[in-house]
Every structure is written in C-alpha cells, then in structure tokens.
C-alpha cells in the first residue's frame, strides 16, 4: 500500500476525446508527478507539480495538461486523444525522504 | 539529459538459481539511482536506491545492486530466486537537482522456471 490512489482504473475513450485522470495521496506532498507507459515499455516522465504550478516536464506536447489542489490531489489532462495515448498512466508521491517516489496502481486508458 | 539501458529485455532463471538483471545509465547531472518492481497489473514497487555512501545496497525481497561509477552501472542481483520474483523490474535515475523526476529503463521480464 503506497497511499497513492488513482481514478479510475480502467477507461475507455474515442480518438479526439478528452480525458481526465485523478490522482491522491496520503502523504500530504506538495510535489505529484504523472508518468505514461505504453505497452512493453518502461514509464516515462509526464510532468511534476510542485505547490500547484508545473515544475518540470518531459516530452510530451502541450494537450497533456494538469492540476494540482491545495488539498494535494491532482489531475491529468489529456485533449485531442490519439491511437497512441493508449497506455497505463501512473501518478506518484515523494516518500519521507523526498527522494524515492511512490506510485499509484494506475489508470489504464484505451483510445478506440 | 538522462538515458537508462537495460541491457537484457527477459531473463528466464530456474528457481533457487541466482540472477543478475543489469543496468547501465549515463546523465549530464549527479543522479540517484533505483530499481523497481511491477507484478503484472499493478503500479511501482520501490525494490532499493543508491543515493551515496557505500556502493553495495540491500532492498526488499533479498535483492541487493552494486552501483559502480567508472562503469555507469547499477546491477540487480538475488542469491535465489522464487516463483514469486517472476515480474517487470524497471532500472531508473532521478537528478539530484530536479528531485523526483524519474527517467525509466524499458523493463527486464523476469521469469523463474519451477
């Protein structure tokens, strides 16, 4: 049990769509970072939010978007889906010693 | 910029036999170093890290990594292996100045053979 929880697990959606994904944590950080895994493949870093403003991201284009709350919940964004946003999405929480991160089960989305 | 190679995409091991999964990285920045764990359907599990001092890390489950630097490598290593270690092992790094941003390997399957 990582204290990461992520909404919702499983989701469907058609080429073009939008989708938002949640994200919690237990831990009360001020810090989440959202990460896509294609089939086959390692993560790969989204983007990190750090007291609700963007603090770093990967390459990824601009329709993948977030929010981070005060309440330290976050969102993941994702416009104009395409075939190859199919992946399982994973959103993480720094441990105690804010260097390890601790990641959620997942939200696993199919593009049709 | 960061890159993470796993060297060998699946490792079947008999059961009880010892395994290496291996790992090389290469970064522009002092990183952190990691090995995780996926079971099938299911999210990351922290497995170990090396953030300094002695190069030899134990983890969870008996596994244990060796980070040696003139050789940017950061090996896996189990005595023994049980059916239960059968799962997707990830090798990642985190810079040391952007804190918790992980740049992944892409996986080695790890099968144990009854």
């Known amino acids: 049990e990582t204290g990461v929880t992520q909404s919702p697990t499983h989701l469907i959606k058609t080429r073009g769509q939008q989708v938002t994904l949640r994200c919690s944590s237990q831990s009360g950080h001020n810090t989440v970072s959202w990460y896509q895994q294609a089939l086959g493949q390692g993560p790969q870093f989204i983007f990190q939010?750090?007291?609700?403003?963007?603090?770093g991201r990967g390459n990824f284009p601009p329709r993948f978007s977030g929010l981070q709350f005060p309440n330290y919940s976050s969102e993941l964004n994702v416009n104009a889906l395409e075939l190859d946003d199919s992946a399982l999405y994973l959103c993480?929480?720094?441990?105690?010693?804010?260097?390890?991160?601790?990641f959620g089960q997942g939200t696993r989305l199919t593009v049709v | 910029a960061q890159s993470v190679t796993q060297l060998d995409s699946q490792v079947p091991v008999f059961e009880e036999a010892p395994v290496e999964l291996r790992c090389n990285y290469s970064s522009s920045v002092s990183v952190y170093l990691f090995w995780y764990v996926q079971y099938p359907n299911q999210g990351l599990q922290l497995l170990l890290k090396y953030l300094s001092g002695s190069t030899l890390v134990k983890g969870i489950n008996g596994f244990e990594a060796e980070f040696n630097k003139s050789q940017t490598s950061f090996h896996l290593r189990k005595p023994s292996v049980h059916i239960s270690d059968t799962a997707e092992y990830f090798c990642a790094v985190s810079p040391w100045i952007t804190g918790n941003q992980f740049y992944f390997g892409t996986g080695t399957s790890l099968t144990v053979i009854p």
């Open positions: 993480a929480s720094p441990g105690d010693a804010n260097t390890e991160a601790f």
């Open positions: 939010y750090y007291r609700e403003e963007e603090n």
